[in-house]
C-alpha cells in the first residue's frame, strides 16, 4: 500500500507545471508578423499585441471617440475609429489624414476584413467586447 501512495505522489507532483513549462509550451503557439496580400500588394500584419499595447489602443479608441467639453461621446464615430486603430496598430498601414478619405477607404473597400481575418479572433473580439461595455454600442 504504501509504494501505491508513493506512486499516487509521484503522479500528483509530475502534474505540477511550472511557469517555465507554459512559456516553453506558449511559445509555440506565439502568432509571428505575418504579410498579407491586399490587391497586389504585401501588408505586414501583427497577429497578436501585447497587453500594454492593448490597453494603449482601448484607451486610444475611447479618447479618439470622446469629444469634449463633458467628454460626451460621439456614436456615431465609434465604429470608425474602431476600424481606423486596428488598422493603425496591428497593420503597417498609413491612411491619409483626410478623415473623408479614410471613410472612403475604411467602407469602401477590403481592407478591415484582409486585415482582420489575420489578427488574432480571441484579442480582437476582447477588444470589441470592452468598447462595447463602455459605449453600449456592439462592433463587429
Known sequence: MSSQKKKVRS????KTVTAREIQQIAATFEEKE?????????????????????FELVSSIMSSCVK????????ESVDFVFKVK????????KLPN???TQYKIIYGSDICNTVFENINKDQLLVIARIITSYTGITIL
Open 11 to 14: 503522479m500528483a507532483e509530475q
Open 98 to 100: 483626410d478623415i473623408d
Open 68 to 75: 469634449s467639453p463633458g467628454d460626451i461621446l460621439v456614436a
Open 86 to 93: 486596428i488598422l493603425e496598430k496591428y497593420a503597417d498601414i
Open 34 to 54: 505575418k504579410y498579407v496580400a491586399w490587391h497586389g500588394k504585401r501588408i505586414k500584419v501583427t497577429p497578436l499585441l501585447g497587453f500594454a499595447e492593448v
